[in-house]
């Protein structure tokens, strides 16, 4: 008998269509994330595809089920949409859909780069179809030991700048920008960087570096979403919505 994956039970729970919670609540959680949806697709008006990162400043702000579900929105109007595991240290996309990390994309980064390597990785060989019609997923692969080397390598850019030729939208998950510097290099090349907040936790010391961080790189910040949001508390940024119960 397999041996069921540690922890992907506990993840695709977090997906919107299987979260348990009061209807009327889900209903504001999926409207929420269409609004984010939207605000994306005019923030971001280029033609062909759009390249979209998904960080935050620190870690257990909620970022990879926010990546997850976005993309999944995104996908539900009719893009088509590869969602990309790109935090390399700490990957948990392939839970959410129940696919093996590996291979993934550091194994086809890393054979590509060897011209000498036997073993070939094919680009649709890693790239993962959901039950959902537009959406695809590509998982972290093999933990390297030097993932921000390999981040902002120029096979990342090129692996990007081949994929984007059969997608509307790739949507990067990265690890929080105050912890490593991974993130850094791909959100520099990318159209625009989403930043995940979490309420009553992340505080503005944290949130300025991480804004020093962007700035630093001349980043397209195109907005925040607050995870735990009250209905009361003012909101961090262009964005903010209420999860007053729906909780990660």
């Known amino acids: 008998m397999a041996k069921k994956k540690k922890g992907s039970s506990a993840s695709t729970r977090f997906l919107l269509k299987n979260a348990i919670m009061d209807p009327s609540l889900k209903f504001r959680v999926e409207e929420a994330y269409k609004s984010i949806r939207t605000n994306i697709m005019l923030s971001v008006m280029k033609k062909g595809c759009k390249i979209i990162v998904v960080s935050s400043s620190m870690a257990n702000e909620g970022k990879t089920t926010t990546t997850t579900n976005l993309a999944i929105s995104i996908s539900q109007a009719d893009q088509r949409v590869l969602l990309i595991d790109g935090d390399l240290r700490k990957p948990k996309v392939h839970h959410y859909f129940s696919i093996p990390n590996a291979p993934g994309l550091t194994n086809y980064l890393g054979a590509a780069a060897n011209s000498r390597s036997a073993q070939k990785v094919d680009l649709f060989s890693i790239i993962h179809p959901t039950e959902y019609k537009n959406l695809s997923v590509i998982a972290s692969g093999s933990i390297p030991p030097n993932p921000a080397e ?20 790739i949507i990067i998950d990265t690890p929080p920008i105050n912890v490593v510097s991974d993130a850094l290099p791909v959100i520099r090349e990318s159209d625009g960087v989403v930043m995940v907040v979490r309420s009553n936790s992340s505080t503005h010391p944290e949130l300025q570096k991480a804004l020093d961080s962007l700035k630093f790189i001349d980043a397209k910040i195109l907005g925040f979403v607050v995870n735990y949001e009250s209905e009361n508390r003012s909101k961090y940024g262009c964005y903010k919505y209420n999860y007053s119960d729906y909780t990660y």
């Open 150 to 169: 390999v981040l902002g390598s120029e096979m990342m850019s090129e692996f990007i700048k081949e994929v984007s030729q059969h997608f509307d939208y």
